[in-house]
């Protein structure tokens, strides 16, 4: 089945450290691939995404991704992290066969800053 | 910017009602689309529309229908709410700068 993973359900990291979040696809074929942040009470925001092209993405936020075919891959990374970072965040994967184009999740990783 | 907007932050509804959540985007967008999102499993797809009276089931339709009478607004109806119903819902439209999502409405079902 086609599916978007984010092995990390929640991830603490001090302000000013280094953040990485994964996301793994299982799809025939490379799909678009988004990430989306979502802090507390609000909507959906839109990090950054990847169609084609450049495999290191950047985003807001100062938030980059990087696709990796070979591992079926779209991790987000922040060289340092801000309190206000605190969210949770979303893989998400458009399949470049639906023609209705529908944005397909990951179970979201909660990230938590601590002082 | 596009706007999308969800007349309801809160809902508080009993077993059996019929409950109605609104979307309006603010353009002339063909797609929209209703999620439920629930901890531990990210947003799943219920419904979504991609003119005024066509619409498609999602991943997990069961429960629910929608309505969609006009362009700019789409409803989603939970014929008969159950507790399991209690949840986030977000509503979102597609169009030239992507994915636009709204608010989202907290509905519990007691």
């Known amino acids: 089945a086609q599916s978007v993973t984010q092995p990390d359900i929640h991830i603490t990291v001090s302000e000013g450290a280094s953040l990485e979040l994964r996301c793994n696809y299982s799809y025939g074929a490379t799909p678009y691939l988004f990430w989306y942040v979502q802090s507390p009470g609000q909507g959906l925001q839109l990090l950054l995404k990847?169609?084609?092209?450049?495999?290191l993405v950047q985003g807001i936020k100062g938030f980059e991704a990087e696709f990796k075919r070979s591992q079926s891959s779209f991790n987000l990374r922040k060289p340092s992290v801000h309190w206000s970072d605190a969210a949770e965040y979303f893989c998400?994967?458009?399949?470049?066969?639906?023609?209705?184009?529908?944005?397909?999740f990951g179970a979201g990783t909660q990230v938590v800053v601590t002082p | 910017d596009v706007k999308v907007t969800q007349s309801s932050r809160y809902l508080v509804k009993r077993t059996g009602e019929k409950v109605f959540l609104e979307c309006v985007q603010d353009m002339d967008h063909e797609n929209m689309f209703w999620y439920r999102q629930d901890p531990g499993l990210g947003l799943r797809l219920i419904y979504f529309?991609?003119?005024?009276?066509?619409?498609e089931k999602g991943d997990i339709p069961e429960g629910y229908s929608v309505s969609r009478e006009k362009k700019e607004r789409f409803s989603l109806i939970l014929e008969s709410a159950s507790t399991n119903q209690t949840s986030m819902y977000l509503c979102a439209n597609r169009n030239n700068y992507g994915y636009t999502f709204g608010s989202g409405t907290r509905l519990t079902v007691v």
């Open positions: 998400a994967v458009i399949m470049t066969t639906d023609s209705w184009g529908k944005l397909q």
């Open positions: 990847y169609f084609s092209g450049d495999t």
């Open positions: 529309s991609y003119d005024v009276k066509m619409k």
